[in-house]
């Protein structure tokens, strides 16, 4: 089965980057999507962004577009989620999550695997 792992979350001023790592292991294949999502404490989870695993097809949230890029190395079974010009809004717990599919969807009750997520926090 699909597993996955996040790493590169950390604390940055407002205005700052970070680039967090999601690495996969096991089955993945170009039939399969995956996304990151963010929860921030209180609040749902929420879709950021997606890319197929053999396609170039990417998907943003309209809150990152122009900020976060989402890449895929697949060679190293890892998708990568570049993130500038950060605000405090985008402090949440940010996950990695694989499903087999390549249709679009922003809903994260369809995707089955899912990393341990990595905090990320935006100061002022």
């Known amino acids: 089965q699909v597993q996955l792992g996040e790493s590169g979350g950390g604390s940055v001023q407002a205005g700052g980057s970070l680039r967090l790592s999601c690495a996969a292991s096991g089955p993945i294949s170009f039939l399969y999507t995956v996304g990151w999502f963010r929860q921030a404490p209180g609040k749902e989870r929420d879709f950021v962004s997606s890319?197929?695993?053999?396609?170039?097809?990417?998907y943003y949230a309209d809150s990152v577009k122009g900020r976060f890029t989402i890449s895929r190395d697949n060679a190293k079974k890892t998708v990568f989620l570049h993130m500038n010009s950060l605000k405090p809004e985008d402090t949440a717990i940010y996950y990695c999550?694989?499903?087999?599919?390549?249709?679009?969807?922003?809903?994260?009750?369809?995707?089955?695997?899912w990393g341990q997520g990595t905090q990320v926090t935006v100061s002022p």
């Open positions: 999550a694989a499903r087999l599919g390549t249709d679009l969807t922003l809903d994260p009750s369809r995707f089955r695997y």
């Open positions: 890319i197929r695993w053999g396609a170039s097809n990417t």
